[in-house]
């Protein structure tokens, strides 16, 4: 078969389980969003048969050979950047991903971390530890035997580490992570000895309908496209894309807490622009989404952050929300609603953390994680770990395990190695914004006058439109022509909230 | 393989089918309620990838062998009305329809429809029938060659009324149909003949908030399970299934026309109630839902004509209804509302006909559908044909073809024996409500006073729990104790109507 012909195969079974995973995808969004509550079962069993059609495709001989046929024929004759040669690269990579693990395993684990997810509820509600610790412990054996399926490696948690940050290594976190640590907890200390924020007018009632459509008239102008996309409601907010031009978002509005809707709202926004933004010819192909987790929620964290929480962006969008609730706001100035949205306070809980504490709370996992793992720590002795870690880096310690260690979901479905992408997305989204602005000049000049199309179309062009075709750090580099780096947002910390809290 | 193994595989293979079918089911739902306008690309190739993994899986030579296996061995051995042995003849249905049809002519037909479609629509749009006949003409010419793959048949019109009433013969629907000729025209001509009944009460503002809320509490009363389905807007209603607890119907809303919400809705609500009311044991098999299109119809009908346009139910609900939008209905009585939603009409548009008139467009469509298949009638001639026919059993005669011929997708999607199922649902409707007031007493008194269990208790016992496993017309006879009548529906009409119009 001439490589042409071979090429349209390999692309009409990617095509194929493209279909596939976003059919799913909609199955997914429907049971979040407008599924009723006894249409479960059936979902998970929709959900089910398509994943495994899909592994079934993905890892068939067929798929091999077509593989190792484009890399003995293609790849010597392509340009090493061209889509061809990149394409088959990381299809490979991910066929070997997926190969490397014996049905053995994936089945065994599935069923483990399906009954973890259930005990870890249960757990949680009652603040059992102990409940948990069996399924914990089966789970760390079984993530270490997945770790050893891609032996030889430097770190155990490096596989791990790959599954969401493609290429990034354990030592490299370790190294920004240090920095933060050296850095971080300071600033916290030093926010903590002056008087605090007032944020109490976010607490008034507001009314959820109006919060919905503010949400949706904000995210509108600054350029999320509701042509090609649209916003629901959901317990947990999420992104979700079906195609380039199909791309969702939900929020979670509380009627006495107006930054939900906002910090959430523009958060998966950051997410969606992202994903409509991938260049429409990767429809459909695996380079047809954002690149990885770090990166993607390097621009979540920037829409939501550096651009959601600035003095710049609300005073241009102070007004707007004024006028939808004058009776909240009517004595609010734009100075007090930015600092509002900005009050530094510690919290057990790290989705409730604010941008001063959250990557405090990303460190402590990492370092359990990989205590774990080592065997330096037994998951027995995980809780006094965790709450010494929470007064030590962020001086508090939770009341019970409910609020501690039993908090997040990950663990309980085996996801480790996850954390660490929340925090490079934080570090990368300064990062960004300083390169952008070495580009584009002074970014809070643009936000003032309520025109963001300048700093998405720098992100389209040096980020998004690339989608999934090059690796996160190839990404990074490209566009801030630089290795991802912790200073940048720890200097815009100490500055913003130097400023803030009067330091 | 011992048979149980071998049953145990095929039923594998039906639940995947389904998973497959009922994920397409949800991908269809939300691209008419949800999706943004541009997701219809992606959609389409999403929905076409599950149908083409779908029809391979179904027409695989496993399922093939393994049918023939169950016959030879499970067939002998069965009880044949045990789910097991019916199980097996009505997949061995499904599969030599499919088999039976080259793919050849599948792919030719179903790229003559997706062109015939848009031409249709312009067509429809100019009110131009010469831009639609070329295509008319090739699809007539290819239904008749997919009716020759199951020769020899009685009538060339039988294989193709098969694939929507299964069992039905051609020559059962002209006697039933010739009845209906007998009767209902003169109806509809002494209804002419007398005083119009006012409804103009319904065309005022009826806010759609409230129209929305109002449907939603009369199913939810009637026995709708809003935690095993939902109800959305969408622009044409329809109800779809994707398993017995998660069952969904649309309504559509019109801020003129409180009739709409009511008919549309009920209707809707009728096909919904008997999805939900299949036994939850057949759920995923080729059982799990209603047994034909005339069946079902007969339900949708039942609902809302039977019960929803009957003066008990507005004895009961029209209070109510009264106390959602008081201005608009204060000077109106229980009798003049249940006489507005009984006015008969005849219009040009099937889809907008009452009672009196629907069936006499559906008989005109039957025969022209027959005259083209068997070569009386030519393309050509078909839109003078149209306008003979209305003109003969309605009495009007349609400005242009827009309003006539053209006025129905169903011809430009290849869909040849669908249209007679509408009436045999009428014919249904009113045969079995007979049979149930033969059971119950009288059913007015339960209505009148909001009691709906003892009518839908009825109906599920009777029909709904047995989804699809019996034949359409055993349904009919287990129901009734008779094969299909037409003098129960038009003896309904004569009384129902003759009394409203004094007659």
């Given at each position: 078969m001439e490589v042409t012909k071979t090429l349209d195969r390999f692309k009409a079974l990617?095509?194929?389980?493209?279909?596939?995973?976003?059919?799913?995808?909609?199955?997914?969004?429907?049971?979040?969003?407008?599924?009723?509550?006894?249409?479960?079962?059936?979902?998970?069993?929709?959900?089910?048969?398509?994943?495994?059609?899909?592994?079934?495709?993905?890892?068939?001989?067929?798929?091999?050979e077509l593989i190792q046929n484009l890399e003995d024929t293609g790849l010597p004759q392509w340009d090493p950047d061209s889509d061809e040669a990149r394409l088959v690269r990381l299809v490979r990579y991910y066929y070997d991903k997926q190969t490397k693990v014996p049905g053995d395993w994936v089945q065994a684990f599935s069923k483990l971390t399906s009954e973890a997810r259930v005990v870890w509820r249960e757990a949680r509600?009652?603040?059992?530890?102990?409940?948990?610790?069996?399924?914990?412990?089966?789970?760390?054996?079984?993530?270490?035997?997945y770790a050893n399926f891609f032996a030889p490696y430097v770190h155990i948690y490096d596989p791990l580490l790959d599954n969401y940050e493609r290429g990034m290594k354990t030592a490299q976190v370790r190294a920004l992570f240090q920095r933060v640590r050296e850095r971080q907890p300071r600033l916290l200390q030093r926010i903590l000895e002056r008087p605090q924020v007032d944020n109490a007018f976010l607490h008034r009632y507001y009314d959820p309908q109006k919060q919905r459509e503010l949400i949706q008239r904000m995210v509108a102008h600054i350029g999320f496209d509701l042509e090609r996309g649209r916003i629901d409601l959901s317990t947990h907010p999420f992104t979700t894309s079906?195609?380039?031009?199909?791309?969702?978002?939900?929020?979670?509005?509380?009627?006495?807490?107006?930054?939900?809707?906002?910090?959430?709202?523009?958060?998966?926004?950051?997410?969606?622009?992202y994903e409509q933004g991938v260049d429409p010819k990767y429809d459909g192909l695996p380079f047809g989404h954002g690149v990885s987790l770090g990166v993607h929620e390097s621009q979540s964290r920037l829409w939501e952050n550096l651009v959601g929480r600035s003095r710049a962006f609300w005073a241009y969008f102070f007004p707007v929300v004024q006028r939808v609730f004058p009776e909240n706001l009517k004595d609010i100035t734009p100075e007090d609603f930015y600092r509002g949205l900005n009050r530094v306070e510690p919290s057990f809980i790290r989705v409730e953390a604010d941008e001063v504490t959250y990557n405090l709370h990303i460190i402590l996992r990492f370092e359990l994680?990989?205590?774990?793992?080592?065997?330096?720590?037994?998951?027995?002795?995980?809780?006094?770990a965790w709450n010494e870690k929470m007064k030590a880096y962020l001086g508090v310690t939770p009341p019970d395990d409910a609020k501690g260690v039993l908090q997040d979901i990950h663990w309980s479905q085996g996801s480790f190695g996850y954390f660490p992408t929340y925090a490079l997305g934080n570090l990368l989204s300064a990062q960004i914004w300083r390169a952008m602005a070495r580009d584009l000049g002074n970014l809070d000049d643009?936000?003032?006058?309520?025109?963001?199309?300048?700093?998405?179309?720098?992100?389209?062009?040096?980020?998004?439109?690339?989608?999934?075709?090059?690796?996160?750090?190839?990404?990074?580099?490209?566009?801030?022509?630089?290795?991802?780096?912790?200073?940048?947002?720890?200097d815009y910390l100490e500055a913003k909230y130097g400023d803030i809290y009067g330091l």
């Open positions: 990617l095509y194929q389980l493209n279909d596939l995973r976003t059919a799913s995808s909609v199955l997914g969004w429907d049971q979040e969003t407008y599924m009723p509550p006894k249409g479960v079962e059936a979902r998970s069993r929709q959900i089910a048969t398509l994943a495994r059609m899909g592994h079934e495709l993905f890892t068939s001989p067929e798929m091999g509600a009652r603040a059992d530890f102990n409940l948990f610790r069996p399924y914990l412990e089966r789970i760390v054996d079984m993530v270490r035997e079906f195609s380039v031009n199909d791309v969702r978002f939900t929020i979670r509005i509380k009627e006495n807490d107006l930054s939900e809707v906002l910090s959430g709202g523009l958060h998966e926004m950051g997410h969606a622009l994680e990989i205590a774990l793992l080592t065997d330096e720590l037994q998951v027995a002795d995980l809780p006094a643009f936000m003032r006058k309520g025109e963001f199309q300048p700093l998405l179309g720098w992100l389209q062009e040096r980020i998004y439109r690339h989608g999934n075709k090059f690796e996160p750090q190839e990404i990074v580099q490209m566009a801030t022509g630089e290795t991802i780096q912790a200073d940048p947002y720890l």
